[in-house]
């Protein structure tokens, strides 16, 4: 209080029993229960009400959100912020952002985080409000108080300095109450100091104050719409439409022609919908996401799970690291139940987080995660448990640089609240940045160690090249030079039904990046392969066609005369010179550019672009496989479009005339027909 005493020239009107009443409070030797309605809520130790779920019903804020709110910004503010009020880093030393335990509502802990969050953002321009209006003394210090005052300044700014309307049975915090009537009571000087800083630096709203970046950001994540994944264990997609029509909502087909009560299903993963951002109250009330059909989650956070389920064989299990919220492990069990996989889940903090973890998977209806104590870095990797595991994905905590949303982001993923301090600023921490890019190094490094694991997902919810691409490319090139004796890893594009538009623009073929925009944050993917070099292309073809990636038809009618089982059983009693013989007889197969011709399996069929065949200057040759090594002599049924006799045998001149024109593919096109690569 003593920067509030020398601005009043050492008494504070109604300011000191506001203080004795807070120390009172905190040590717990007076009740304020009779100044404070407690109805819906109970009473810490503190004197501080609990808000229980659904307590919190009102469109404002009230004493309890200033209190909670104030707690944060005063453990995430920076130092200094402006040049006429020097902050006691004393005060924030030591401290972490609370946990907020207390508030069971999930909405009144949403207002928390966001009043937090624009104090923060705002807190240049509220501190030299402070100053300029006379409410602080340029030589004064602020103290513990500084706070509370920020947070309730900063909503009086966001309701243009209107006098807040208490809510029903609001409760009532003594402390709270004197510096929000003693601020109102500056409200004129308040207004013309803002007025002043608009002027100065030419703003046409309070927004136009913030950095660029912050504010582009922000206007990212105001636009958002809402993703939703479907529990598939509970309902299919099918039903969870129906239920969605039946109770006032309509389907449109695009994300662009979203609005109030509308849906659409998202075109990159199949079992997740998208929803207007002012349809989200009503959407966390449905009976579908209380049940736990449907679950809220940022996109980025899904095509992690999606991109791993693109490569496991049944049998296969996964280890995720790290769980966060669980909601990511979650759908990664639901994409993989079909697979009777078991997915290894590190990162648990302690057992209450455990407890927790396990409880939201049973409300699911899962049961094949198991959530590890261990630490992943200490596990065994010829451990028993990890003998099935072929696939591990790594979401890190990273620098979250590409969310448009930090409250929804701690919400939903459990995050650390220090993400609004990181994202209420422009500028970048380089130390944190070059910490966070040596942990996900050795991360990864310690993922591809595991003796049976195929692949390794690497998914990112930021946008620095450190974070993604120099990550992937270097831990590749380290371990690679390291190996002997094993297949090596490279680099291979996400398994993602990627429009054209998103095609171009990827920078690189070998991965998957999305910068922030209004529909959908930022985020990296990648995934690192040990890929067995000896499997021939037809394997490539079953496996990318067993997964949907390509259509490989089955020959029917009775034209159709089975093959002779010769290709490989006959090979293996053959001598080596009569193999050798055979292969090289076989090497007029009419394969070329990607496509089979149409004595292969009947109708032409165009095989994914791995297997395209670049046009060079020299002369086009067909490419050998080991399954179609003889197909070529003959037809099997009419060919008008090549004017070729049935059952005459073809030429080494009629195959030449009869090669198709090479389809160009550009690189980036590469990631949409990209097979599964291992068995």
């Known amino acids: 209080m003593a920067l509030l005493s020398q601005h009043y020239g050492g008494s504070v009107p109604g300011m000191m029993k506001a203080y004795s009443s807070l120390a009172s409070a905190t040590n717990g030797k007076t009740s304020v229960s009779t100044s404070m309605s407690n109805k819906g809520s109970e009473i810490l130790a503190d004197n501080i009400p609990i808000l229980l779920e659904d307590s919190d019903h009102g469109h404002g804020c009230n004493h309890v959100i200033y209190h909670y709110a104030s707690q944060v910004f005063a453990s995430l503010r920076p130092a200094n912020r402006t040049d006429k009020l020097v902050l006691d880093v004393d005060l924030r030393a030591g401290k972490e952002p609370p946990k907020l335990t207390a508030i069971k509502d999930e909405r009144a802990k949403r207002k928390v985080y966001d009043l937090a969050f624009a104090t923060l953002k705002y807190q240049p321009l509220l501190e030299d409000m402070l100053v300029d209006s006379g409410y602080y003394g340029y030589d004064t210090v602020p ?10 300044l900063c909503d009086m700014l966001n309701r243009r300095f209107a006098k807040r309307l208490p809510q029903l049975n609001e409760s009532v915090i003594p402390y709270v ?40 950001r922000e206007e990212c994540g105001t636009k958002m719409p809402i993703y939703a994944w479907v529990n598939q264990l509970k309902n299919s997609v099918e039903e969870v439409t129906d239920h969605l029509i039946e109770d006032g909502y309509s389907k449109v087909n695009s994300v662009n022609s979203l609005g109030e009560y509308n849906f659409t299903l998202d075109t990159q993963c199949p079992n997740i919908m998208v929803f207007d951002a002012q349809n989200r109250n009503a959407l966390e009330d449905s009976y579908l996401v209380r049940n736990g059909s449907l679950i809220i989650q940022a996109k980025s956070c899904c095509l992690g799970p999606h991109s791993v389920k693109s490569l496991l064989n049944e049998g296969d299990d996964v280890i995720h690291v790290y769980t966060g919220s669980g909601w990511t492990t979650d759908h990664l069990s639901t994409l993989t139940s079909q697979e009777h996989s078991t997915v290894f889940a590190f990162g648990v903090k302690n057992e209450e987080h455990q407890e927790q973890l396990m409880a939201n998977a049973k409300k699911l209806g899962i049961n094949n995660i198991k959530f590890l104590l261990e630490n992943f870095f200490e596990v065994q990797h010829l451990d028993s448990r990890f003998k099935n595991v072929k ?27 220090s993400i609004l301090r990181e994202l209420s600023q422009e500028q970048v921490d380089t130390d944190k940045l070059d910490v966070l890019v040596s942990q996900h190094m050795e991360l990864l490094k310690n993922a591809m160690k595991f003796p049976r694991v195929q692949a390794v997902v690497y998914s990112t919810s930021s946008i620095f090249k450190e974070e993604n691409e120099n990550v992937v490319t270097k831990v590749t090139e380290y371990i690679n030079a390291r190996m002997t004796g094993k297949n090596a890893f490279r680099l291979i594009p996400p398994v993602l039904p990627l ?14 990046k999305k910068p922030p925009s209004s529909t959908m944050g930022g985020c990296f993917l990648s995934v690192m392969s040990r890929e067995d070099e000896s499997m021939s292309a037809s394997d490539v073809l079953a496996r990318a066609a067993a997964k949907g990636l390509c259509s490989i038809p089955a020959p029917h009618g009775d034209d159709h005369k089975p093959k002779k089982k010769t290709s490989k059983t006959s090979q293996k009693l053959l001598p080596k010179s009569a193999s050798s013989k055979k292969e090289k007889k076989g090497a007029k197969s009419p394969k070329i550019g990607g496509q089979s011709s149409d004595h292969d399996h009947g109708v032409p069929v165009k095989g994914p672009s791995l297997l ?41 001149a009629s195959l030449v005339r009869a090669q198709p024109k090479v389809e160009i593919i550009l690189p980036h096109q590469e990631s949409m027909y990209h097979p599964k690569p291992f068995l």
């Open 499 to 512: 429009s054209p538009a998103d095609l171009e623009e990827q920078p690189s073929s070998k991965f998957f």
């Open 391 to 417: 696939v591990v994905l790594v979401t890190p905590k990273d620098s979250r640089s590409g969310v448009t949303n930090p409250v929804e982001y701690i919400i939903h993923e459990g995050a650390d609240a």
């Open 177 to 216: 109450q004197e510096f929000e009537d003693d601020l109102f009571r500056h409200t004129t000087k308040l207004n013309a100091s803002l007025a002043r800083n608009r002027i100065k630096f030419q703003a046409r709203s309070v927004e136009c104050l913030l950095p660029e970046k912050v504010r582009e």
């Open 143 to 152: 103290d513990e108080n500084h706070g509370v005052i920020m947070v309730i």
């Open 612 to 652: 395209v065949k670049k046009p060079s200057s020299k002369r086009i040759r067909p490419i050998r496989t080991a399954s179609l090594m003889f197909a070529h002599h003959f037809t099997n049924h009419s060919n008008t479009e090549r004017q070729q006799p049935y059952g005459v045998p073809m030429t080494k």
